[in-house]
């Protein structure tokens, strides 16, 4: 079937002198018709209207190319930019040296305490060692972060991604995924309440110079400090596997902090603690604050 028409649209077309053009002249006119937009519609007008026909595909303008981070030379890393953060925040930082607890050792001496370590399911986690390499706990540590759909731990070392769930945790550390979040909050719902005085007191060989020093301070409206100098040697030696191993912070090691005196007072009084909760919010803490050394070496190299 042929068409004809005289309006100027088939102008293109008119130099091979043709004024009776075939449907195939007509989608292939169609195919080069650039969109325009819709003319003004006059009052009493229609709103429906034919459709108006797109270029070909390869006529398109070409869409712009997902910009992809630059990958890096070196083989500790994927991309320039966690190479740039390990140079700039990690590549000094300093780690907290690893201790490794020997229980047999503490149950000849005649020790007691450490059973309740036991009880917890602490005995494999504070027993972690063997060999590290400090560089690469660093780059653990540039690239950690918290999954956002999972909430586990994740990184990247030389290329390799890293996850650190609570099965991973159970399985390399013994910890469990359950019990109390160490909150003052939580803790009175399991019926410990802390007061920092009193269980200070319950830790020390004597107390009277300490009430003696503390009343002083009171009396100059100084800050009150709790010390590890007159604890009994199981409370000393207990409060030192929490602030070395088990949250372990960088410094400071012979005060006693709220956070101490939470975990102490939860493992002396048997009530469970979720370890993974304590142990994940630790490490993350150390990839957020610059001044956190790099704990748990043991456990980052088990991995």
């Given at each position: 079937?042929?068409?004809?028409?005289?309006?100027?649209?088939?102008?293109?077309?008119?130099?091979?002198?043709?004024?009776?053009?075939?449907?195939?002249?007509?989608i292939?006119?169609?195919?080069?018709?650039?969109?325009?937009?819709?003319?003004?519609?006059?009052?009493?007008?229609?709103?429906?209207?034919?459709?108006v026909?797109?270029?070909?595909?390869?006529?398109?303008?070409?869409?712009?190319?997902?910009?992809?981070?630059?990958?890096?030379?070196?083989?500790?890393?994927?991309?320039?930019?966690?190479?740039?953060?390990?140079?700039?925040?990690?590549?000094?930082?300093?780690?907290?040296?690893?201790?490794?607890?020997?229980?047999?050792?503490?149950?000849?001496?005649?020790?007691?305490?450490?059973?309740?370590?036991?009880?917890?399911?602490?005995?494999?986690?504070?027993?972690?060692?063997?060999?590290?390499?400090?560089?690469?706990?660093r780059?653990?540590?540039?690239?950690?972060?918290?999954?956002?759909?999972?909430?586990?731990?994740?990184?990247?070392?030389?290329?390799?991604?890293?996850?650190?769930?609570?099965?991973?945790?159970?399985?390399?550390?013994?910890?469990?995924?359950?019990?109390?979040?160490?909150?003052?909050?939580?803790?009175?719902?399991v019926?410990?309440?802390?007061?920092?005085?009193?269980?200070?007191?319950?830790?020390?060989?004597?107390?009277?110079?300490?009430?003696?020093?503390?009343?002083?301070?009171?009396?100059?409206?100084?800050?009150?400090?709790?010390?590890?100098?007159?604890?009994?040697?199981?409370?000393?030696?207990?409060?030192?596997?929490?602030?070395?191993?088990?949250?372990?912070?960088?410094?400071?090691?012979?005060?006693i902090?709220?956070?101490?005196?939470?975990?102490?007072?939860?493992?002396?009084?048997?009530?469970?603690?979720?370890?993974?909760?304590?142990?994940?919010?630790?490490?993350?803490?150390t990839?957020?604050?610059?001044?956190?050394?790099?704990?748990?070496?043991?456990?980052?190299?088990?991995?």
């Amino acid at each position: 079937m042929n068409y004809s028409f005289t309006n100027g649209y088939l102008d293109p077309l008119i130099n091979n002198n043709k004024n009776v053009y075939t449907i195939t002249d007509i989608i292939q006119f169609a195919s080069r018709v650039v969109p325009c937009k819709n003319p003004k519609r006059h009052k009493g007008e229609g709103s429906s209207r034919a459709p108006v026909p797109l270029p070909p595909a390869s006529l398109q303008p070409e869409q712009p190319p997902v910009d992809q981070p630059e990958a890096s030379t070196h083989p500790w890393f994927s991309t320039k930019t966690q190479e740039r953060i390990f140079n700039e925040s990690f590549a000094t930082k300093a780690l907290v040296p690893p201790k490794v607890l020997h229980l047999d050792w503490l149950t000849e001496q005649g020790f007691q305490f450490h059973t309740l370590l036991k009880d917890h399911d602490l005995n494999k986690f504070v027993g972690l060692s063997g060999f590290y390499y400090p560089d690469l706990v660093r780059v653990f540590y540039t690239n950690l972060h918290a999954d956002p759909a999972t909430g586990y731990l994740c990184s990247e070392v030389k290329c390799t991604r890293i996850q650190l769930s609570p099965d991973d945790l159970e399985e390399i550390a013994g910890l469990k995924d359950s019990g109390v979040k160490p909150r003052l909050a939580d803790l009175k719902d399991v019926g410990f309440e802390l007061d920092k005085n009193v269980f200070y007191q319950s830790l020390l060989r004597d107390p009277t110079a300490w009430l003696s020093e503390s009343a002083i301070k009171r009396n100059q409206k100084k800050k009150v400090t709790y010390n590890t100098g007159g604890l009994n040697a199981d409370d000393r030696l207990l409060h030192y596997i929490v602030c070395w191993i088990l949250a372990v912070r960088g410094g400071n090691h012979a005060t006693i902090s709220e956070k101490d005196m939470l975990l102490m007072g939860a493992i002396t009084n048997s009530i469970i603690l979720n370890w993974v909760h304590v142990i994940s919010d630790n490490m993350l803490k150390t990839r957020c604050l610059m001044d956190y050394k790099c704990p748990y070496a043991f456990l980052v190299h088990h991995r």
